[in-house]
């Protein structure tokens, strides 16, 4: 075993089991699990994989315009000005997500897989994957019973998307336990999952030992992937060495990863505290982007 580069892995099947949650699910932001209040139950945006080689932009959107109004897309379009997607998949996005439910019930269903027949020019009738999201998916409670504590909580980067919020729960709760909350980043306007997650633990030791693994090599169905551990960083925490006082009231920038800080830090105290032996070489974690911590270079 080669120390730090042991990756623990687990794979997750068939688990359809699931706890009513309580109004408030996640560390920072409330996520309704059946949907939105308009009652959608789905995401606009829906993977179509297997595509025939030859089939264009067009014929994609004229393969499911039936369902109602659509946009083609697949990743780096713009860029590459192509109009074939290039690695046979492309994502529709809907304008009405009561089309995504129309296009689902006509799918033909194989174990747990949807298909539709889709033709290009020189391939008839081809059975393509369509995976919608449901929006119930990006959320989920393993222990009701147990308090919620952003601080307690990490943030998992490259999650694949077809992951669910209950199958993370149950892969990081098999290798390190505790688990009481498992959500999926999702995109604000279509809600389909941005390829990031957070769980939370509801003790110190399982969030430690999450943290210090760094990576985690998650399994699933056909996927078989490595992802980045970090913990989750708030932005309206005092530091904890003089809980705002030396920074004028203002919210710690700065978030201390290693397991001998756990702490969050003024400009001041992060000098200070970060002066003594041993713990020079500590790096910062900051707020990124879509919760995504980022190391930063202090300069003193």
């Known amino acids: 075993m080669n120390g730090g580069n042991y990756l623990p892995s687990l794979s997750i099947h068939s688990q359809s089991h699931c706890l009513p949650s309580p109004s408030r699910i996640s560390p920072r932001s409330p996520v309704s699990t059946s949907g939105s209040e308009s009652g959608e139950r789905y995401s606009r945006k829906v993977f179509v994989g297997g595509l025939p080689p030859d089939i264009d932009e067009e014929e994609i959107n004229a393969s499911f315009r039936r369902f109602g109004s659509l946009v083609v897309d697949w990743p780096h379009k713009a860029e590459s000005k192509s109009y074939f997607p290039p690695k046979g998949y492309a994502f529709l996005l809907f304008q ?12 033909m269903q194989e174990e747990d897989k949807l298909y539709l027949c ?7 009738d081809k ?5 919608p999201w449901k929006l119930s998916d990006a959320d989920f409670v393993l222990d009701a019973s147990l308090p919620l504590d952003p601080r307690k909580t990490v943030f998992v980067g490259g999650v694949p998307r077809p992951l669910k919020a209950v199958e993370l729960a149950l892969i990081m709760d098999r290798l390190y336990g505790g688990v009481c909350y498992a959500g999926i980043d999702i995109d604000p306007e279509l809600k389909y999952p941005k390829g ?11 969030y430690i030992a999450a943290i210090s693994a760094r990576f985690v090599q998650l399994q699933h169905g056909d996927i078989d992937k490595r992802v980045e551990v970090k913990p989750y960083v708030l932005d309206d925490q005092f530091c904890d060495e003089c809980q705002g ?3 004028a009231g203002r ?9 001998t800080c756990l702490q969050y830090y003024c ?3 992060w000098a200070m505290v970060h002066s003594r032996p041993g713990r020079e070489f500590h790096k910062p974690l900051v707020k990124e982007g879509a919760d ?6 202090f300069r003193w």
């Open 96 to 107: 009405e997500e009561n089309s995504v439910q129309q296009l689902i019930e006509t799918c």
């Open 118 to 124: 889709v033709s290009s020019p020189t391939i008839k």
């Open 127 to 131: 059975p393509v994957q369509i995976r």
């Open 196 to 206: 990031a997650g957070r769980v939370a633990f509801s003790n110190q030791q399982s």
């Open 245 to 247: 006082s030396r920074s």
């Open 251 to 259: 919210f710690a920038p700065f978030f201390c990863a290693n397991v």
């Open 267 to 269: 400009e001041h105290c």
């Open 292 to 297: 995504r911590p980022r190391t930063v270079h």
